[in-house]
């Protein structure tokens, strides 16, 4: 029997309508991290989940997100950022947008404020006092570069590696064009859930994930979950930055289409992607 993975009802609110002609909102650049462990039962994910009352993805669990503020692309990075190498972001910059660097700083920056988790090199301060930071940030009363270089940290940005890149169906009117980034977690991770936006977190096996998802009891996104399908087989986080440094990064832009009374994400390449009419 196949999986069929579908759209979460709240991103489907502006696909109803699909069929009439109109101009699709611009995609928001945005970026996530895949933050990863080895675990005894195999390798593992951290995933949080959004409350029930905020306005995107509500309930859903996804990976640490959002999208990119101005003071992601400051020129100071360079001097507090250690950058990854070219062909694990290949793929990430935007031509007529954000570099690559500013889409990992933004990443590390969303990882820190919803996790509480800095991936950076030096000494970091003690857990009270980087919870502080964090607090400070999510507030807007500290930018994240002020918070790196004033702990004598550099981002490591050197740990990200570039794994997908999904655009937002072109119907719905909140849209996003989001870099997601695989981490291994440090030995020591600590995690906390940023409760303004989150409820929890949970570190989990992707098949069990996706098991749940398709049972209909672990909401995700239709990106969250087809990004787990890749890492589904994988025995071992390396293997996993392995599988994904051997794969060239391409935009997808899925489609909606209507199959027998529901809508369904249609991916590049499959049946019924190209065609045009009740595209979404």
């Known amino acids: 029997m196949s999986r069929r993975y579908r759209m979460e009802t709240q991103e489907l609110a502006a696909a109803e309508a699909m069929g009439p002609a ?22 593992e994910v951290l995933l949080v989940r959004r409350r029930a009352d905020v306005g995107f993805a509500a309930g859903a669990y996804v990976f640490p997100g959002g999208t990119l503020d101005a003071a992601d692309a400051d020129a100071a990075w360079e001097d507090w950022l250690d950058e990854p190498p070219g062909d694990a972001v290949a ?23 919803e996790t509480g988790v800095l991936l950076a090199s030096g000494t ?22 002020d918070i ?20 937002t169906p072109e119907s719905l009117s909140r849209r996003y064009d989001a870099r997601f980034f695989l981490a291994a977690a440090p030995p020591d991770t600590q995690v906390s859930a940023e409760l303004g936006e989150l409820v929890e977190h949970v570190w989990i096996k992707p098949g069990e994930a996706l098991e749940r998802y398709f049972d209909y009891d672990f909401r995700m996104l239709f990106p969250t979950a087809r990004t787990l399908g890749w890492l589904e087989a994988g025995a071992s986080v390396t293997e996993w930055r392995e599988h994904f440094r051997s794969a060239a990064v391409e935009p997808i832009l899925p489609r909606l289409r209507r199959v027998e009374g529901e809508v369904i994400p249609v991916m590049p390449g499959e049946p019924r992607y190209d065609e045009r009419e009740g595209d979404g």
Not at 25 to 34: E, F, L, S
Not at 124 to 145: I, S, T
Request: charged share 25%.
């Open 148 to 167: 790196v270089s004033g702990l004598g940290l550099r981002l490591a940005g050197d740990r990200l590696l570039l794994c997908a890149r999904w655009i």
């Open 91 to 113: 793929g990430a910059a935007d031509l007529e947008g954000p570099s690559a660097r500013t889409f990992v700083v933004a990443a590390l920056r969303e990882l820190f404020e």
């Open 22 to 43: 109109r101009v699709p909102p611009k995609p928001r650049p945005a970026a996530g991290v895949i933050l990863a462990r080895d675990a005894e039962a195999g390798p």
């Open 124 to 145: 970091p301060p003690g857990h009270d006092a980087l919870a502080q930071e964090r607090q400070a940030l999510v507030a807007g009363r500290r930018l994240f570069l």
